[in-house]
């Protein structure tokens, strides 16, 4: 008996080895889209030249539109951005309206978007919605015809469970319904949301049959595709979140007319350009950092990149005349920077090289983090199924919070080689696309938001931690 469980263990633990191998693969299909990384030499060469001068978008803004603006997750990552080219292409600031749960607090955004009206609104209570869109506006712009750009989100990658799917559900699709129909009762013609890529990713099931030299769909080519076939099961997105953006994309495109023109951007994930961004603002903040995906190629993207693809898409949705539709109306597009996509390697390694703040990188294996994923995720599930009242006698019975919380398993299927391809938005309106010309390169784009860092940062004890807590917007503040 003892010789059969100690083959039986040795098997484990062989085969636990053989998926932890097959997790660090890299796909011949990912190897011929991102065939170069990232030297010291191009990042510093880059990160100088970005010094001397700041990438310009300005000359890449479609032309200003007499037109009023309703930007609701106006002070966030994309949101912000959008409110910041908007008013760079000359939009005079009282024409624009920040709607969110959150006031602004981004500090390039304190003088140059201090004439912006801010109105605080819960967009998952349909009257706090209404209350902000029917706020009067000043009597110089009263008149002009409404854009709105819809940019908020409650994102939580890390839960599948149909559980939880109401805790994205009343801001992600419920609250995106809520501003769609303010918005087209408020007299808007044009109405752009932000989604995400991650829409378009199959999960994948990660551990391998022991013939496998890699996980299935363990690398994936990610478009608009699975717009025109029926929306899948809950069960092929790769977590809730996903699944709320897809039902909120289908609502909005399907309320696309020649009368209230619509459309959704897709980013390629991740979006990166602010602290508070998810790939370079949070290894910043953390300082030290571990990671099993490090290997892993997906095309990040530029929140500036992601507002200027905004701006283009309404430019689209108004070339035609008013009772003809573009081609583009009514679609979601992907959305990247340009270039290959890139490792998150990359980036790390040129937060280690260029921050003036410590940070290190500290690689961990993925079989071990994943079966404490599975553990989390199954503690959650036993927790949610437990009634109320036991749960308030038992305080110990409860999900774990922060970093721990986000260690489950869709993260880690959301974390897969994902190749962003955006053809289909840089096709000409005449195409059918929306003429999407982005900006910065991924590697200028991290160059930059270094530098930015490093202004503020230079010559200070940053604490662990302290960025996170002075930057740090409420889960429930809805911005992207």
Same mark, same amino acid.
């Given at each position: ?20 191998? %097959? ?16 030297t ?42 959008i ?23 981004r ?52 839960e ?25 009762? %408020? ?54 979140y ?19 023109r ?5 980013p ?26 490090s ?40 959305v ?13 390694g ?15 294996q ?19 199924r ?5 749960r ?31 053809s ?20 200028e ?36």
């Amino acid at each position: 008996m003892a010789m059969y469980l100690i083959v039986a263990v040795a098997l484990l633990v062989l085969y636990l080895f053989r998926a932890n191998s %097959a997790l660090k693969t890299v796909p011949d299909l990912v190897r011929k889209a991102s065939p170069h990384r990232w030297t010291k030499e191009e990042v510093q060469e880059t990160y100088e030249r970005v010094k001397k001068e700041p990438f310009d978008f300005t000359r890449l803004l479609p032309r200003r539109l007499d037109r009023r603006y309703v930007v609701v997750g106006g002070s966030g990552l994309v949101g912000g951005d959008i409110v910041l080219q908007l008013l760079q292409r000359g939009q005079p600031a009282k024409s624009i309206r920040i709607v969110d749960f959150a006031p602004v607090t981004r500090r390039d955004m304190l003088d140059k978007a201090a004439g912006c009206e801010y109105v605080k609104a819960d967009i998952s209570s349909r009257a706090s919605v209404e209350a902000a869109f029917s706020k009067p506006w000043p009597k110089s712009v009263a008149d002009k015809p409404l854009t709105v750009f819809h940019t908020a989100a409650l994102v939580r990658p890390q839960e599948r469970n149909p559980l939880f799917y109401h805790r994205v559900s009343p801001v992600n699709r419920d609250g995106a319904i809520n501003v769609l129909e303010v918005a087209r009762a %408020a007299g808007a013609d044009v109405f752009v949301a932000t989604s995400s890529a991650s829409v378009g990713v199959v999960p994948s099931p990660l551990w391998t049959w022991p013939w496998q030299s890699e996980p299935k769909l363990y690398a994936q080519i990610i478009t608009e595709k699975d717009f025109d076939a029926p929306l899948r099961p809950h069960h092929q997105f790769f977590s809730t979140y996903a699944l709320s953006k897809a039902e909120a994309e289908r609502a909005i495109c399907a309320a696309n007319s020649p009368s209230f023109r619509t459309g959704v951007i897709r980013p390629g994930n991740p979006i990166y350009g602010q602290k508070s961004d998810p790939i370079v603002g949070a290894n910043l903040r953390m300082r030290n950092s571990y990671t099993w995906i490090s290997h892993v190629v997906q095309n990040c993207v530029n929140s500036r990149n992601v507002a200027l693809a905004h701006l283009q898409f309404e430019a689209a949705l108004l070339s035609s005349s008013s009772d003809t539709l573009p081609r583009c109306a009514g679609r979601p597009f992907v959305v990247t920077d340009p270039g290959p996509p890139v490792t998150y390697g990359d980036v790390y390694g040129a937060l280690e090289q260029l921050a003036v703040t410590p940070y290190r990188c500290i690689q961990v294996q993925p079989v071990p983090l994943l079966l404490i994923a599975h553990a989390i995720e199954a503690w959650c599930i036993f927790v949610a199924r437990l009634p109320a009242g036991v749960r308030r006698a038992l305080p110990f019975l409860r999900e774990p919070k922060g970093e721990l919380h986000l260690l489950q398993p869709p993260v880690f299927t959301v974390s897969t080689h994902a190749i962003v391809d955006d053809s289909a938005a840089r096709k000409s309106v005449t195409e059918g696309g929306i003429g999407y010309t982005p900006g910065c390169t991924t590697l200028e784009g991290v160059c930059e938001e270094l530098f930015e860092w490093n202004l503020e940062y230079e010559g200070k004890e940053v604490e662990e931690g302290e960025v996170w807590k002075t930057e740090h917007r409420a889960e429930n503040g809805h911005a992207k």
